[in-house]
C-alpha cells in the first residue's frame, strides 16, 4: 500500500530551507517504525444503558489522508474517537490495523499500533516545560527499563536525547519553537492544542486522530493548523477529524463521514457530503 | 464463645458507625476523610474527661462528648474540606484530612496522655454481669437507634431529601438554589454527632485512649469496603462481619494477627467484589 | 550560565563539607544525627518517585523500613551473614515485599491505596510482636554494625552517606530521562498516560518495587545506628513523617525532599519545644503546606519568584516551520 497518493502540490517546499536536510540527517531514528497503511473499523456498535450512541459505524482511514467526522451535537462523533482510541469498549464491531485485530486492545496498547490522538480538552502536565510535554510521545519508542535508566547507561542517555531532538524539531514545525522551555500551565489554548499535536507526533504515529482541534481557535489559528494538517498528509500520515467546524473540515478533507444520532447518513467527498440533502436538513435543523 | 460473639458485636456496632459517618461524610463532599476515627476518639476522651476526673453527672457528659463529635466535625469541614475542594487535586483533601486527624491526636495525646484511660460507668451496674455488661450491649443499643434515625432524617425529613439530592447530583442541587456549602457543613456535623453519641456509647469498650482514632478510621474503612461504599445497610453489614471475624478468630487463634485478618477481609473484597457487598457497581471510587 | 555553576559550586562545597563532617563537628552525637538524616533520605528518596513523581499516597513505608531492619538483624546475628551481603539481601526481601503489597493495592484509588499501606505497616507491627521468637517480640532486637572498615560511627556516617549519593544518583538519572516524564503523566494525567502508551500499572509496580528496596536497606543501616529496635521504633507517625518531607519538600523535585528530610529531622533537635511537640508540629506543618502551598515549600520559591518578577510572556503568533515538520516525521512508505 502506498502512502503517498497524488495531491496537489504542498503549500511548503520541502527542500527548500537547508535545515530541514540538516535536521533530517540528525536525527535518524534508532528504530525504523513501520508505517501502517490502514486503520479499519468495521460495524461499531456502543450502547450507555438503552441509548445506543455509535449504531454500527464503519470507517477507513488511510494513510496519507485527512478524513474528516462530522456531525451535530449528540451524534456520538467523539464516542466514535473513544471507540477507535480504547477509552470505551466497542459493544459490536471490529477494529483492524492492517492485518493487526485491536478491538479489545486497552488503551494504552493502542499507540503501538501507531495510533495517536488528541483531546477536546487538552490533557497536558502542567507543571513540566512545553519540550518536556512533547518528548512524554517519545515513551512508545523508548526500551530502556527501569535499571536502565537508574544507572543512566548509555542507551538510556541515547534514547532521552534523540526524543528531545525529535520533540524539539517538531515543536519547531508546529510553530511552538520559541517557547520550548515555557512551563505548560502558562500557554494559551491555541499553545496547548499545537502542543497536543507535537506530543501525538513524537509517537511517530501512522494515524494520528485529533478531537476538535479547532475548538477556540481564532481564524489566524485555524489556518495555522490546515497547514500543519495538510503537511502531515503529504508525510503520509493519516488524518482523522472529528470536528464541529463543518468550514474547516470541507477545505481540507480529502473524504467525510457524517454521523447523526449514532448513525452514519452519508459518506463520500467534501463536495457529494456538503451537497447532501440529507446532511443539509441535519445540520440546518427541520 | 458466647463472649466472643457478643464482643465481636459491639465492636462491631463501634465499627458500623464509623462506617456510617463516611457514608455520611462522603455523601455530600465525595471525600473520605481520615478524621473519621477520630471523631469517636474525641467524644470518648472528652466522656472521660467529664465524668471520670471533673466528676459531672453523666448527662452532662454525654452533651458533651455529643459536642465535642459535632465540633469536630465541623473542623473538619471547615478547615480540611472547604478550602481544599476548590482546588482540582483529588488528593489534596486525602492529605489535609490526615494532618487534621495526626492534629488532633497528638494533640489529644499530649493532653490526655498516651496510656488508655478506663472510660466510668455510665449506669450503675456492678462488673459481674458477664455477656449483659454495658459495655457491650450500650454500643450496640446506640448504633442501632443511631441508624433508625438516620434513616428516618433521610427518609421522612425535608432536610433527608434535600441531602440525597446534594449526593446524588450536587450540580442540579446548586442549580435548583440549594446552598450546598451549607449542607455539607451540616453533613459533617451530623456525622460529627454520630460519632461523638457512638464514641460515648462505646468508651468502656474501647478505654479513652488517644489512638483509638486512626484504628477506628482504618477498620470503620474496611467495615465500608466490605458493606459498599454509600449503602448504610452494607455499613451495618460491613461492621458486624468485620467485628464477629475478629473476635471470633482471636478466640480461636488468640488477638495478636487481629489486624492482618482485617486486612486480610478487606483484600479478599477489594479484589472479588470492590463495590462491597450493597454498593452500586457504578460508584466512582475515591 | 552563571546561576548553573554557581548552583554546581554550592553543591560540591555541600559534599565537601559532608564528607569530612566527622572532623568538624562538635561532638559524636552530630554525627549520630548526620548519620540518621542519611538514612532517613535513603528511604525518603526512594519513596520520592513514589510519593512525588507518581503521584501515589503511600502512607505505610515505615513497615518496609521495618522489614529491612529485622531482616538485616536477624540475618547476621542468627545466621552468621556478612553485614553488607545481609544488606543487600534486606534490600532484596524489602523490595520483595513492596512488589507483594504493590500487586493488589497499586489497582485501587488513592484513599483506598493509602489505607492498604498504612494497613500493611501495622500488619508489620503485629506480625513483629507475634512472632516473637524470631523478632524478640516486644522487646525488641539488638542490631550488628558492620565490619571493617565501616565499624566505627565515623565509618557507618560514610557507608550511609555513600549509599546516600548513590541512591540519589539512582533516583536522579529516573527523574530526568524518560522515565521521570511516565511517572509525572501517572501522577498528573492518567488519561495523557494512556494516550502516549505508558503501561501504567507495570511502572506503578516497579517504581514502588525500588522503593521497597531503598527503604530495606535504610532500614539496614537505620537498625544499625540505633543498635537496638523494637516494633515501637517503628510506629506509624515516623511512615508519615517520611510522607511528609516529600510533600513539604515539594513534588516533582530531588533537591526539595532532600531539604525537608534534614530539616524536618534536625528541627527537633535544634528548637526544643518542637521536640516536646513531636508529631503534633508535622501535622501542623503539613496541614498548614497542603493549604497555603500545596506544591511544596520547595516549589514555593519558584512560585514567588515568579510572582516578583513576572516575565511578560510574549504573545507569538503561532507560525508552523513546515519544512522541520516534514523533516522530523520523515516520509516512509507503509509496510
Known amino acids: 500500500m502506498t502512502s503517498n497518493p497524488t495531491s496537489p502540490a504542498p503549500r511548503a517546499t520541502l527542500a527548500a530551507s537547508p535545515s530541514a536536510i540538516g535536521a533530517s540527517a540528525a536525527h535518524r531514528p534508532a528504530r525504523e517504525t513501520t508505517r501502517r497503511g490502514e486503520l479499519v473499523a468495521t460495524g461499531l456498535t456502543r450502547r450507555f444503558g438503552s441509548v445506543v450512541a455509535v449504531d454500527s459505524v464503519s470507517l477507513t482511514l488511510k494513510a496519507g489522508e485527512i478524513h474528516g467526522l462530522i456531525g451535530p451535537n449528540g451524534s456520538g462523533k467523539t464516542t466514535f474517537l473513544n471507540l477507535l482510541t480504547g477509552y470505551y469498549k466497542v459493544d459490536e464491531g471490529r477494529i483492524v490495523v492492517d492485518a493487526d485485530d485491536l478491538t479489545a486492545a486497552p488503551v494504552q496498547r493502542r499507540p503501538h499500533f501507531g495510533i495517536a490522538r488528541t483531546f477536546q480538552k487538552p490533557r497536558l502536565l502542567g507543571s513540566l516545560t512545553v519540550l518536556d510535554n512533547a518528548m512524554l510521545g517519545g515513551w512508545e519508542h523508548a526500551q530502556s527499563g527501569f535499571l536502565e535508566t537508574a544507572l543512566a547507561l548509555p542507551r538510556a542517555r541515547r534514547e532521552d536525547r534523540q526524543q528531545r531532538e525529535l520533540a524539539a524539531e517538531l515543536l519547531h514545525g508546529v510553530g511552538l519553537g520559541n517557547i520550548l522551555t515555557r512551563r505548560a500551565n502558562l500557554l494559551d489554548h491555541a499553545e496547548q492544542r499545537f502542543l497536543e499535536i507535537a506530543r501525538g507526533l513524537t509517537m511517530r504515529p501512522s494515524f494520528i486522530l485529533l478531537d476538535e482541534p479547532a475548538g477556540g481557535l481564532t481564524e489566524h489559528e485555524i489556518e495555522q493548523l490546515a497547514r500543519i494538517v495538510v503537511q502531515l498528509r503529504e508525510c503520509g500520515v493519516g488524518v482523522l477529524i472529528v470536528e464541529h467546524h463543518t468550514d474547516f473540515v470541507f477545505r481540507i478533507c480529502d473524504r467525510v463521514t457524517t454521523l447523526n444520532l449514532g448513525k452514519m447518513i452519508k459518506h463520500g467527498t467534501p463536495d457529494e457530503v456538503r451537497n447532501d440533502p440529507e446532511v443539509i436538513r441535519v445540520y440546518l435543523g427541520a | 464463645m458466647l463472649t466472643a460473639l457478643i464482643t465481636g458485636l459491639a465492636i462491631g456496632a463501634l465499627y458500623a458507625a464509623a462506617a456510617l459517618a463516611y457514608n455520611v461524610m462522603y455523601s455530600t463532599s465525595k471525600v473520605l476523610s481520615v478524621t473519621t476515627g477520630h471523631i469517636f476518639m474525641v467524644s470518648g476522651v472528652v466522656g472521660a474527661y467529664l465524668i471520670g476526673e471533673l466528676k459531672l453527672p453523666t448527662v452532662v457528659g454525654f452533651f458533651g462528648a455529643a459536642a465535642a463529635g459535632v465540633v469536630f ?15 482540582s487535586d483529588e488528593h489534596l483533601w486525602l492529605l489535609s484530612t490526615l494532618a487534621l486527624a495526626t492534629i488532633i491526636q497528638q494533640g489529644v495525646g499530649l493532653w490526655w496522655g498516651t496510656e488508655p484511660k478506663p472510660f466510668p460507668r455510665l449506669i450503675p451496674q456492678d462488673f459481674t454481669a458477664g455477656i449483659w455488661d454495658q459495655k457491650f450491649w450500650l454500643p450496640i443499643a446506640t448504633v442501632a437507634v443511631l441508624m433508625v434515625g438516620l434513616e428516618l432524617f433521610y427518609r421522612r425529613t425535608l432536610f433527608g431529601k434535600i441531602f440525597i439530592a446534594v449526593s446524588e447530583d ?48 482504618l477498620n470503620g474503612f474496611i467495615a465500608l469496603a466490605v458493606g459498599g461504599l454509600g449503602s448504610n445497610m452494607g455499613a451495618v453489614v460491613g461492621g458486624i462481619v468485620l467485628g464477629l471475624l475478629t473476635s471470633i478468630a482471636t478466640f480461636y487463634f488468640g488477638g495478636a494477627y487481629q489486624q492482618t485478618i482485617a486486612v486480610g477481609l478487606l483484600m479478599t473484597f477489594l479484589l472479588v467484589k470492590p463495590e462491597g457487598l450493597f454498593g452500586d457497581k457504578r460508584t466512582r471510587h475515591v | 550560565m552563571n546561576s548553573h555553576q554557581g548552583r554546581l559550586a554550592v553543591l560540591l562545597v555541600g559534599l565537601v563539607a559532608l564528607a569530612t563532617l566527622p572532623f568538624w563537628a562538635h561532638d559524636p552525637y552530630q554525627v549520630h544525627l548526620a548519620t540518621l538524616i542519611g538514612a532517613y533520605w535513603i528511604l525518603v528518596a526512594g519513596l520520592n518517585l513514589v510519593v512525588g513523581y507518581t503521584g501515589l499516597l503511600s502512607i505505610g513505608h515505615v513497615g518496609l523500613l521495618a522489614i529491612g531492619s529485622y531482616a538485616f538483624a536477624i540475618l547476621v546475628d542468627h545466621h552468621g551473614a556478612n553485614p553488607y551481603v545481609a544488606m543487600l539481601a534486606a534490600g532484596a526481601i524489602g523490595g520483595v515485599c513492596g512488589f507483594i503489597l504493590g500487586l493488589p493495592s497499586l489497582r485501587l484509588p488513592g484513599f483506598y491505596f493509602a489505607m492498604a499501606t498504612m494497613a500493611f505497616s501495622m500488619i508489620v507491627s503485629e506480625f513483629l510482636l507475634a512472632q516473637d521468637s524470631l523478632t524478640g517480640g516486644g522487646a525488641g532486637i539488638a542490631v550488628p554494625g558492620f565490619n571493617k572498615p565501616f565499624d566505627t560511627p565515623n565509618g557507618l556516617f560514610w557507608l550511609v552517606m555513600l549509599i546516600a549519593a548513590f541512591v540519589t544518583w539512582l533516583t536522579w538519572n529516573v527523574s530526568r530521562l524518560m522515565w521521570g516524564r511516565a511517572m509525572i503523566a501517572l501522577r498528573d494525567s492518567d488519561v495523557a498516560a494512556a494516550a502516549v502508551g505508558v503501561p501504567v500499572f507495570s511502572i506503578k509496580l516497579i517504581v514502588y518495587t525500588f522503593s521497597g528496596v531503598t527503604a530495606a536497606v535504610a532500614g539496614a543501616l537505620f537498625g544499625s545506628l540505633q543498635s537496638y529496635v523494637t516494633p515501637e521504633t517503628f510506629h506509624f507517625e515516623l511512615g508519615l513523617f517520611f510522607f511528609i518531607c516529600i510533600v513539604i519538600g515539594g513534588r516533582g523535585a530531588i533537591i526539595g525532599p532532600l531539604l525537608g528530610t534534614i530539616v524536618l529531622t534536625a528541627l527537633p533537635e535544634v528548637v526544643a519545644p518542637l521536640a516536646k511537640l513531636g508529631q503534633f508540629f508535622y501535622g501542623a506543618l503539613l496541614l498548614l503546606v497542603v493549604l497555603l502551598v500545596p506544591e511544596g515549600i520547595g516549589n514555593l520559591v519558584k512560585i514567588v519568584r515568579e510572582k516578583i518578577r513576572p516575565r511578560r510572556l510574549e504573545k507569538h503568533v503561532v507560525a508552523p516551520d513546515l519544512a522541520r515538520l516534514a523533516a522530523a516525521i520523515g516520509n516512509r512508505s507503509a509496510s
Open chain 2, 170 to 217: 450536587a450540580f442540579a442541587a446548586r442549580a435548583r438554589g440549594v446552598a450546598t456549602d451549607r449542607v455539607r457543613a451540616i453533613s459533617y456535623a451530623i456525622a460529627g454527632l454520630l460519632g461523638g453519641i457512638a464514641g460515648f456509647a462505646a468508651g468502656q469498650l474501647t478505654y479513652a485512649y488517644f489512638a483509638l482514632g486512626l484504628s477506628l478510621t
Open chain 2, 73 to 87: 466535625g465541623l473542623i473538619t469541614e471547615f478547615v480540611a474540606i472547604r478550602r481544599v475542594l476548590a482546588r
